[in-house]
């Protein structure tokens, strides 16, 4: 391969990472810019130009740039829930997530963990939707909206591998599971999927959009 | 015969799945997906 296949190659991954990471999870940190400009800007950026891109990622509060990320961290998006197959959002974790374990049991929800730190009542992982803590406190812990069948209404899911508690509170012992779900920003209009069977299964999906789909980053940040 | 279930010992195996899926879009808007669901386990009586 020569040396300008190389380059255009990297550039190519290099930008791919990128994009999932910028255009998936997060606020950017010029927030002023219109999401629009940004889908167009970023393709023409330069591989140093990149690098020095600075967003403020799902691992911490402040500025940064991806190489100096705290934490390490994964981002399903939907088209990658949808490709994936997945019927619940156990099945998409165990797909994407490296080091999540689910040990399964006789009495309730698979025990979650991350990177071997696990529990049998599932409180070493901090469960949310849009920022929100849904845990339960008494018994379960992480436990809400893991086994639903329908993943449609998810935007993105943001995946720390690692402990979150100085940014997300108490809880966030093993990881973070923070689940972004569509707004009227990111999509409108009607999506519908029928599904059939179960070791085999047929699964037919419509969208049919009231307006043109929109696929933007949230302007909210994730926190 | 040991005194308790076998599962005391080994509590906790690796478990391997294989899920293969197709998917066919006929229209923008339509997506028509095949998936089938862990295929080792077919073998694995």
Redesign the interface.
């Known amino acids: 391969m020569s040396t300008s296949a190389q380059k255009k190659l990297a550039r190519v991954a290099l930008l791919s990472t990128m994009m999932a990471s910028i255009l998936a999870p997060v606020a950017l940190a010029q927030q002023s810019t219109a999401a629009d400009s940004l889908d167009a800007s970023v393709f023409d950026l330069s591989l140093e130009e990149l690098l020095q891109l600075e967003i403020i990622p799902s691992t911490t509060l402040t500025v940064t740039d991806l190489r100096h990320s705290p934490a390490a961290s994964t981002i399903i998006s939907q088209e990658m829930l ?2 994936s ?1 997945a ?1 619940s959002l156990d099945e998409a974790l165990e797909i994407y997530v490296p080091n999540m374990q689910f ?1 399964r049991n006789h009495h309730g929800a698979a025990a979650m963990g991350v990177r071997t730190i696990l529990s049998s009542t599932n409180n070493k992982v901090l469960l949310l939707v849009n920022g929100r803590v849904i845990n339960h406190r008494l018994q379960q812990g992480a436990f809400s909206e893991r086994d639903l069948p329908t993943l449609g209404d998810i935007h993105h899911i943001d995946v720390i591998r690692g402990p979150g508690s100085a940014v997300y509170g108490p809880g966030a012992v093993a990881g973070v599971i923070n689940i972004i779900t569509q707004s009227h920003q990111t999509f409108t209009g009607l999506d519908t999927t029928i599904r059939l069977g ?12 009231l307006t043109e789909r929109k696929i933007k980053p949230p302007i909210t940040t994730t926190l | 015969m040991g005194l308790s279930e076998p599962g005391y010992e080994q509590a ?1 195996r690796g478990n391997y799945y294989l ?1 293969l ?1 197709t ?1 066919y879009m006929p229209t923008n ?10 295929i080792l ?1 077919w073998l694995d009586s």
Request: proline share 0%; aromatic share 16%; with cysteine.
């Open positions: 949808v490709s197959g019927r040990m179960g070791r085999w299964m047929v699964r037919c999906r419509y969208i049919g959009a | 906790f899920n899926g998917e808007k339509l997506t028509i997906r095949f998936d089938a669901y862990n386990g």
